[in-house]
Structure formats: C-alpha cells, structure tokens
C-alpha cells in the first residue's frame, strides 16, 4: 500500500512538473525595432540565445491592458557556471517613450545568478486600455545570457469592486455609496495617481470617511463639495497611519472625495464611508428629530408632567408627607402651644372671677 501511494506522489510531481516546463515558452526572436515588434501573449519566456548588448529585441504585447490592471514584467537570471550573468529589459507605451527613467527602471542590468527583478506598471482611467512594447537586452554593459526568463502578467486591481480604475477628474470620478470599499494607486509606477470619488448626501446628515492604508505606506484625501471646493483635507503622520474626518452636510447633493498616495508609491487602500442622520443612527433609518416636545414641550405622562395628580409630588399635591407637610409635632399647626397657653391663663382668670 505505501508503495502505491509512493509512486502516486511520484507521479503528480511528474505531471507538476511537465506543466511547469510546458508553460514556459521559448522566447522568440525579437524585432529589431518598434516598427517590426514581434507579438507575444502572457506568459513565461525563456530566451534561448544570447542577445547582444547593442541589439536589443523588440515585443509587443498583444493583450492590452486595461485602466486598473497591473502590468507585471518579471526578469529572473539562470544558474550558468564560470560566466558574469546579467539581464535587461524595458517598458514603453504605444508612443514608443520609456515608462520609467533608465536609473528608476528595475530591469536593467539585473546582475547574478538566479537573481530576479519585477517591473510593475498600473495605468489610470486616462484611457479605457494601453497598448505596450518590450525591449529585452541592450543594457550597454554584457550581453544578455541565454536561458533568462521573462514572465508577463497582468492583475486586476480595479477600485471599489468595479471593473475599471476610479477617474482623476470631477468629470470622470466614479460613483459610489456609503459602505467599504478597496482602491488602488500607482504612484510613480503607473498613471493611476489620483482615485476621485462622488457621493450623493443630503442636508442635515454627518458623513464619516476612514481611509486605511498597508502597514507600510501611507494614504492621504481630500474632500469637495458640490462646487468643487475644498472642504477637508486629512494627511497620515506615519506609514500605516488611519487618515479619517467627520463632516456635517448642510446640502443635498454631490460630495467628491479624492484620494492620494502621500509617498508617492504603489499599493492597496480601504475607504469607509458611513452616513448617520441626525440621531446619529447609521444609514439615515433613525427616528426624526424636532423641536417640538412631545404634548406641547411637557414631558411624558400626562402631558409630560410628572405622575401623581399632575405631576405634582406625592401625598396631597405634592406638599411633604405628613399632614400635608407640616412639621411634625401635634398635627404641626402652627402657634398650637401659644393657643394652649393662652387658653390655660383664661380658665385660671375665670375661676379666680367666680370667687
């Protein structure tokens, strides 16, 4: 029986592994310039020749890429015995310019074996799709070695469940609603700088906005009005940091909120956006507040007042308990024992009189 099961095992690894090999292509020969690029899918490559360091190979992508999809253009060197290994490669757009300037580009002269470099690259909502070029070799320092692989993948990172990148403009901002919502921005790896949003509110609400960037980076926003103006503004003091506001509307309308990279660079974001009404119960369901108290101003039971005839304190309308508050005491009627006197000193005076 173990037997069994070892040659099962042995026989996945085989069937991974002859996946793995076929997945991987043998790179064509390239073009040797923009106008006669050769076109490739995704996928992995391998190159199968050197490629001199003053001719480099030309490639177009086939699939384009759509606003809000990450482009991602791997290097990784092959082990070779006895020799100085080294890889290059760079993006351009259909206008042929370079996406990233040659001391920025990740891909160039990527130098010893098995060491492997990635290029990312996420376009904005400028264009609905992008067409771009690959040149492999040509790094002005060694030839690029045969068996370096490229592997070409695009993922989509459209924002707040779309599938497309949120505008950069209060034209082409992209509608939402008030609950959680994750974005993307490029920062210099990309054209998607800036994701603006637009929210219907109303008048007498409060909107909450949280913006939460990875533990490592930062997100700053900023909120309009339905004119367009600024109305807040929220920057994190530290990678990680929670940017959040609380704003009261006081119109119907549009508000816009515009979201940053605050250090310039890639990566994910969660935006929170909550609406409670006056009562300060979520998703305006609340009871309505007004002035007016509940009977004519006066609180609850029997009009307000409190119980017991009227509101009145207990026992006797409200006068304190005992014989309707008076002082305890002999009934606690006042001057009783001034009238007990007086009346002692008339009983004395008329028998004296009788005498």
């Known amino acids: ?18 996946g793995i090999v076929s997945a991987q292509q043998i790179l064509p020969d390239g073009g040797n310039g923009f106008d006669d690029a050769i076109e490739i899918d995704l996928g992995s490559y391998v190159t199968d020749h050197d490629i001199p360091v003053d001719a480099p190979e030309y490639f177009k992508l086939t699939q384009k890429v759509n606003a809000g999809q990450l482009l991602t253009i791997k290097v990784i060197n092959p082990v070779v015995e006895n020799r100085t290994i080294i890889s290059n490669a760079k993006l351009f757009d259909i206008d042929r310019a370079i996406l990233l300037p040659e001391y920025d580009n990740p891909l160039k002269n990527v130098v010893g074996a098995a060491e492997s470099r990635s290029h ?21 320092v060694l030839d690029t070695v045969a068996g370096a692989e490229y592997v070409i993948m695009i993922d989509d990172n459209f924002d707040a469940g779309s599938q497309t990148d949120a505008g950069d403009t209060f034209e082409t901002a992209m509608e939402i609603t008030e609950g959680t919502h994750n ?40 909120l309009y009005d339905e004119d367009r103006i600024e109305i807040a503004a929220e ?21 816009y909120i515009g979201i940053t990279p605050y250090d310039d660079d890639y990566g994910e974001y969660t935006l929170d956006l909550e609406i409670t009404n006056e009562t300060g119960i979520a998703g305006g369901e609340g009871l309505e507040v007004t002035d007016e108290k509940d ?51 008339l009983s004395v005076a008329f028998l004296l009189k009788r005498k």
């Open 295 to 345: 009977e004519a101003g006066l609180p609850e039971d029997e009009a307000g007042l409190p119980e017991d005839e009227a509101g009145l304190p207990e026992d006797e309308a409200g006068l304190p308990e005992d014989e309707a508050g008076l002082p305890e005491d002999e009934g606690g009627l006042p001057g009783f024992e001034a009238i007990f006197t007086v009346a002692g000193l």
């Open 120 to 140: 990312l690259w996420l376009p904005g909502s400028q264009e609905s799709s992008y067409t771009y070029y690959l040149s492999v070799g040509g790094g002005m």
């Open 235 to 255: 920057y994190p003091s530290n990678p990680g940091a929670i940017a959040k506001t609380t704003q009261e509307i006081t119109y119907s309308g549009d508000i």
């Open 183 to 222: 974005g993307y921005l490029s920062g210099s790896l990309g054209t998607d700088t800036k994701d603006l949003y637009r929210m219907t509110v109303e008048a007498g609400t409060t909107l909450s906005v949280k913006v939460t960037p990875p533990s490592d980076r930062m997100r700053e926003f900023t």
């Open 1 to 18: 029986m173990k037997k069994l099961e070892m040659f099962i095992l042995i026989g996945l690894v085989i069937i991974g592994t002859a």
